[in-house]
Every structure is written in C-alpha cells, then in structure tokens.
T-cell receptor, first 113, second 113 residues
Framework: KQEVTQIPAALSVPEGENLVLNCSFTDSAIYNLQWFRQDPGKGLTSLLL?????REQTSGRLNASLDKSSGRSTLYIAASQPGDSATYLC????????????FGRGTQLTVWP | SQTIHQWPATLVQPVGSPLSLECTVE??????LYWYRQAAGRGLQLLFY??????ISSEVPQNLSASRPQDRQFILSSKKLLLSDSGFYLC????????????FGQGTRLTVV
C-alpha cells in the first residue's frame, strides 16, 4: 500500500523567503508525482507533474524535484508572496494505468507581508 | 482547452435524504473520471473511478454509488444520506492511460444534518 507523508503540516513565513515543502512516499514504483495547490473551500489546482523518469520540473517560481529511489519529492518556492498562501498537496500515481492518486495530507502555507 | 464542472458548490441535506452530485468534462473525449472525498483532518480518498461509459469501480465500501451515463458525465449518488457522508467531494479527470496530469473540479461541500 502506498503511503504519502508531507512535512511540515503547517508553515508560516514572511514574504520574500525561499521555501521547501517535503513529500515522501513508501512505494518507489510510481508512474508520476503531482503537486497541487488548494485554496480554502476550493478544488485542487495542478502545479507540477513529474514523470517517474524525470528528476525535476519547473514552472515560474516553483521547482519540484523527484528522487524515486529514496521515495522523496520536494517543492521549492522562490521569493514567496502572500498570494502563495494555500495548502499544498503531493500525490503519487502508483504505477497504475488507471491514474489512481495517493495523496498526502498537505502542508498549509501562510506567507505574511 | 479542457474544463471540468461540478455542481452544486454547497449542499446541506438531512439524514436519510437522497443525493445527486454531477460532474461534466469539456474539451476531451473518453477521459478517466474519478470521485474523491476530502474529510476534515484526512487526506483525499478515492471513492470511485471510471474508464468508460457504464464502467464503474469502487475503492471503498460505502453508502454511495456512482454512474457514468455519458462519456463526459460522472454522477455521485446516494439513496439515503448518513451523517458520515459529510465532506468535500471532488471530481477529477485524466486522459486514458493514467500516466498523465490529473485535473480537478471546484468541489462540492456536503453537510448532512
């Protein structure tokens, strides 16, 4: 069974800081890993998708890395802004063509001005 | 471009009443469709998935059912709601094959009273 853990559960930082959010998973046999953002009471917005053959993906101020052998991924947020405040979720597709995702419980990020 | 719609956004229902939540996807054909539930203090849990019209698979035993009457329509139902059915319900889609990015709807907040 795939278990996904995200650390820390909550993070509060001043604007401008560079951040690292961590995600670990127990079964390294994955198809891909996806990072999402969730604003309060809203659905999930896809941020980055990393295929199992890739080491990292970048989009703007976001950079996600994947180390499949150690079962870890990190989401790096550069120069954080108050608008980055949200819950960030990590999800792994556990080697299935059905696209079933296993989610962590998320990291709640607050960036204050 | 592809879009996913969920409705209603919010629903308050008495115990024992029926439920129908609807999800539709536009701009793609033959998607994989999913219903997830996000309960307070817990991660997202997959409830149902579908790889085609009339094809429904359940991940966990429960009081809910799902149907896919059309290629891009996914419905979550219950004949009699329980208090424990309260939660945030999210519909998602991926392309066939599963090794692709997942996209989520805006969710339905269900409160059973």
């Amino acid at each position: 069974k795939q278990e996904v853990t995200q650390i820390p559960a909550a993070l509060s930082v001043p604007e401008g800081e560079n951040l690292v959010l961590n995600c670990s998973f127990t079964d390294s046999a994955i198809y891909n890993l996806q990072w999402f953002r969730q604003d309060p009471g809203k659905g999930l917005t896809s941020l980055l998708l990393i295929q199992s053959s890739q080491r990292e993906q970048t989009s703007g101020r976001l950079n996600a890395s994947l180390d499949k052998s150690s079962g870890r991924s990190t989401l790096y947020i550069a120069a954080s802004q108050p608008g980055d405040s949200a819950t960030y979720l990590c999800a792994v597709n556990r080697g299935s063509t059905l696209g079933r995702l296993y989610f962590g419980r998320g990291t709640q990020l607050t960036v204050w001005p | 471009s592809q879009t996913i719609h969920q409705w209603p956004a919010t629903l308050v229902q008495p115990v024992g009443s029926p439920l129908s939540l609807e999800c539709t996807v536009e701009g793609t054909s033959n998607p994989n469709l999913y219903w997830y539930r996000q309960a307070a203090g817990r991660g997202l849990q997959l409830l149902f998935y579908s790889v085609g019209i009339g094809q429904i698979s359940s991940e966990v035993p429960q009081n809910l059912s799902a149907s896919r009457p059309q290629d891009r329509q996914f419905i979550l139902s219950s004949k009699k709601l329980l208090l424990s059915d309260s939660g945030f319900y999210l519909c998602a889609w991926t392309q066939q094959g599963g090794n692709t990015e997942a996209f989520f709807g805006q969710g339905t907040r269900l409160t059973v009273v």
